[in-house]
């Protein structure tokens, strides 16, 4: 896993400092956290411009509003990728209709054989998300994948049901059955049986 | 507006974070959060557990540039050098890669610009550059680049007015090999080449006629080829970047 998990007291005295203006706790905070985040805005967003161009916008917004991390939104770095993924997400809305064709001679869109992974399946085996594994694997095979493809594509309810080939209704109900026993198998969980 | 059930709260909130909430329903789920401390509560439970779906993805290292076009928005007057974490040297990230994405937008810039920059000295290897150009009077901008992990580095003066630059080589590169080391101005649009960098000695080069300092200068070094870029973009890593400042 990257450094900049293991190290969440680090990056939260990072961005403290960040909070103050201190440039040089912003370089180091993007050294520690961008190669993590830029992996998944690229995983999300299929371009490297427009990684480049989330990232870019995700760090500047950390720049200006670092002091409104709360340790209640997750870890350091959580937090980050909650703040770069809904920035890929309104650059997504925006320029979704352009995805599929992109101009010749421009970079051809990334696939999930250019990432070398299958995040859909890292997400249920992978080592370092605990509960939220656990929990995921108690959902049913329609809830989590319609759960996963929204979170890792960035999916609308509309472009779910295109991937999955269902009608909407169903798709909005595996979604949101997802959501639900997602939320009470977490709350089930707790915070003390955290492992690994 | 107040959400009335508390189960429709908690389901706006999961797909908020999710991300399948879109549109105007988004925006407005938005303000009513930042009034409403609970459901910035139902917000955070997601985003504390969701998030943690992103430490799953493989890290990929962005291109230089973000950080120097970064640098220039939160308006950095003094740019801080990034040191290349050591450990991910060996990954070896397909140089395609790393320059790839601004490749589309620095692309026509640089093609313009290359089409008139000056000749430059050609660089094998030895005391090369120096075209005994008298140095600018007074330079207007100095700066100072030093490639991390070794003894290299120049002092670079710059007259972009005169269209004239300076170059001061200092230490040394024992990696260097077969390859050479080119200057880049980072403007706006992207980097335009400037020129082989000497190893020992001075130097000048003529600066394209078009850069001006205004917003600052970026400089950056990248590894080439022997005898510069191919493609008149960077193609190999950047040693190291930073800001002329102007001289006293």
């Given at each position: 896993m990257s450094s900049a998990a293991a190290e969440p007291e680090r990056l939260a005295q990072l961005l403290a400092a960040v909070s103050g203006g201190d440039q040089r706790a912003f370089a180091q905070l993007y050294e520690s956290c961008s190669s993590h985040l830029f992996g998944l805005l690229l995983r999300i967003l299929q371009r490297r411009d427009w990684a480049e161009e989330a990232l870019q916008d995700c760090f500047l917004k950390v720049w200006q509003?670092?002091?409104?991390?709360?340790?209640a939104r997750g870890a350091p770095l959580t937090w980050l990728s909650t703040i770069a993924r809904y920035r890929a997400l309104d650059l997504l809305r925006m320029k979704r209709p352009e995805v599929e064709m992109p101009e010749e001679?421009?970079?051809?869109p990334m696939t999930l054989a250019d990432t070398g992974q299958n995040p859909l399946d890292s997400a249920i085996e992978?080592?370092?998300i605990g509960k939220l594994r656990d929990c995921m694997r108690g959902l049913q095979e329609e809830q989590r994948r319609s759960v996963l493809l929204a979170y890792y594509?960035?999916?609308t309810h509309q472009e779910l049901a295109q991937e999955m080939d269902a009608p909407l209704g169903t798709v909005k109900s595996w979604v949101r059955r997802g959501l639900s026993r997602l939320r009470e198998c977490l709350e089930a969980v707790g915070g003390s049986m955290e492992r690994e | 507006m107040k959400l009335q059930s508390a189960q429709l709260r908690r389901m706006l909130a999961a797909e908020y974070v999710l991300g399948t909430l879109h549109g105007a329903a988004r925006r407005r789920f938005e303000r009513l959060a930042r009034a409403d401390a609970a459901l910035r509560a139902e917000q955070y439970f997601w985003e504390s557990h969701l998030g943690?779906?992103?430490?799953v993805v493989n890290p990929v290292t962005p291109a230089p540039t973000v950080w120097i076009s970064l640098q220039r928005r939160i308006g950095s007057g003094n740019t801080v050098p990034l040191r290349r974490p050591v450990k991910e040297q060996?990954?070896?990230?397909?140089m395609w890669r790393i320059w790839a994405g601004m490749a589309a937008a620095a692309a026509v810039v640089a093609v313009v610009m290359l089409s008139q920059r000056g000749t430059l000295p050609e660089a094998p290897g030895g005391p090369q550059v120096a075209q005994q150009a008298p140095a600018p009077a007074a330079p207007a901008y100095v700066a100072q680049l030093k490639v991390p992990d070794s003894t290299m580095q120049w002092t670079v003066s710059l007259s972009p007015e005169r269209g004239q630059m300076t170059v001061a080589a200092a230490g040394d590169y024992p990696q260097l090999g077969q390859h050479s080391m080119e200057l880049w101005w980072i403007s706006p649009q992207g980097p335009v080449a400037i020129g082989l960098l000497p190893v020992q000695g001075k130097g000048s080069m003529p600066l394209p006629k078009e850069l001006t300092a205004q917003g600052g200068i970026t400089l950056a070094v990248s590894l080439e080829p022997q005898g510069g870029s191919p493609t008149g973009k960077p193609t190999g890593p950047v040693l190291t970047s930073g800001p002329a400042t102007q001289a006293a």
């Open positions: 509003k670092s002091e409104t991390y709360e340790p001679g421009e970079e051809p992978g080592e370092g594509e960035g999916y | 943690r779906l992103a430490t060996p990954k070896a990230v397909p």
